[in-house]
């Protein structure tokens, strides 16, 4: 068994903070914060940090105060900064020592001592219950994730009551101290060891897919964790300073390099029931149901390599790494970020994002809709509770609250349960994905979002940094020359950024990267979306290292007459179809505008992206595209000048069937 007992790296002490100051007052817990604005009754830590907290409850954090001053972290929960502690109570320590078999916390050992203590700190932030509702939080100082779900407590009013790893209670929460913010818990969290297949493999309810990922050894490839030949140091300063990534070096714009290189996964996961609802009860019976649906997916396959499980084109192989991703995606960091629930329309559509998996030359569609159908969705088409067809329901994603008692986080990954049958099948390839595509960039190299760069937030603050820095050589998917820097900003409502964050791509640069595949094969308009400023450069796109075109300057305005923005209703434009004219017109010369599903500054605003004069959509290249070829797409600075950048917002990838449609592309 491939498993690690003890980590004892330490990394990343220093807070980079998540600057969450959230306010969540429950009836029967405490709820407390540190602001001004707190009434005079509720309890406040303003002036305590959260070690002086803990020693001023000895009634109830003797012991892990006593544990954790056997380590070096008593003192830094001490120290300035920005910690999340969970801090189990006295009779919470008590069972762990009867558990096993220690008469006090004097006779832990040393490096148990070590690892308990940092298995209870988050790494970087103050995490409020209001600021992640449920779902996965962040890695503690162990490098393991945790996560919290919620519940109704029938005996007392079914008031709120939080989990953390599903087994351990939050008797009181969100209690604000100077440094962070403490959550009181009634057992000591456990953090699992064991990579992700081990953890699976644990799991009684889904033994059929576990036996199916040891037959096609796709278990094999789920057990990297941290790259050994990963390091930071003078040879990672871009051009002298890593604050130097954006803004002409604005000190607001920090930039920190990501610390550790990790490789983590995420598997979406029938329970045995599911199936047994379809009549599969051995795996015989898996590989009967995954023959019939892949062989019909790729007939020209069918037959070929029935007997090969670990082929890429053997159906139960295809079947199983449908499921996987080679990327961390938790719960809550599927769709969107924090400020999709403020941002983005949910009346013109539903909140998407799209991933490749690790079945060649296939991708998920995830959707978050609203309205009576609430929750997370793998290839669903729709707009709120209405479905495009009957079979496009897709398949939903259980939440933490959904998925019962079970801990379902491993050291390098996690994976979910979800409620159907998923499979890349005919309807799914036609139907479900006969779409505008859109990548948020954050998504297009694994390292981005295992480096924790798809969903971090944006501060001007001096203690923050808000561009999350890639090094040259281990971003995956990516080529960049020597004086290239990559990095992705954190996410600001008052951006005019789809999602509010980007990938910078800076320096005198010269960037490739590989682009998600295409469904099927057929004609594809592939686009970048930006927003134009003086400060950016004139690139130069190639495809598959052929020239797309004339270099596109990200400096000159939508409202310059090269470009020919005209507003909706302008110019005579008063209907429907008059503006439909008008952006096919735009359309002609190369452009769309920005989506009009995003508002800067949130939905209660009028700055929908599609009526501001400056998020621009650019069509790079229209292309004959095949999903069993791969394609990259080259970005170089034409500019000699290593301050100008390019502001990557997202990737668009476009069928025919859909922007050459006779009734036109709409316009989210």
Known sequence: MKKISTIFRRIGDQATALSLFAVMSVPFFFSCVDNDDVPETMYTAKKLTAGAFLEAHQDRYSEFTALLKRTPYFSLMTTYGRYTLFAPTNEAIADFLKANGYRSVDDIPQGVCDSLARTHIMRKGAIFTSDVPEGDIGMNMLDAILGWSSDSDVVNDNHLIYYVNKNSRMLEYNDSVTNGVVHTIDHVISASNDFLPEKMAEDSTITLFCEALRLTHLDDSLHYYIDNNYSIGSDSVYIGTSERCLNNGNPRMKCIWVDIRYFKYTAFVEPDSVYHRYGIRT???????????????????????????????????????????????????????????????????????????????????????????????????????????AESRGVKVLSMSESGGTETNALNGTYHYIDDILTFNVHTRDVIFNCRMRFDPATLSADFMNGNGRNHKYDNGVDENTIRGFKRGFIKGWELSEESFVGVTGNDIWWASFLGHVVVISGRFDVTFKLPPVPKKGTYEIRIGYTPNEERGVIQAYLNNMPCGIPVDMRIYPTDPEIGFVGDGSEGATTEEEIKMQDKALHNRGFLKGPDVWYQGGTGTSNALRALNLPTRRVLATESMDPDKTYYLRLRQVLDDPEKYCNFNYLELCPKSVYGSPEGEDQH
């Open 283 to 389: 795996i015989d019976d898996l590989k009967a149901y995954a023959k019939q649906v892949y062989d019909a997916t790729y007939p020209e396959d069918a037959g070929l390599y029935d007997d090969d499980f670990t082929h890429r084109k053997n159906p139960l192989n295809r079947f199983v790494s449908y499921h996987l991703m080679d990327r961390l995606a938790t719960y809550n960091n599927l769709v969107g970020n924090e400020l999709t629930k403020d941002c983005w329309k949910t009346t013109l559509a539903d909140p998407e994002d799209f991933y490749e998996t690790m079945c060649p030359g296939t991708l998920m569609r995830f959707a978050k809709p609203s309205g009576d159908q609430q929750g997370i969705y793998i290839n669903r088409r729709g707009l709120m509770s209405r479905l495009y067809d």
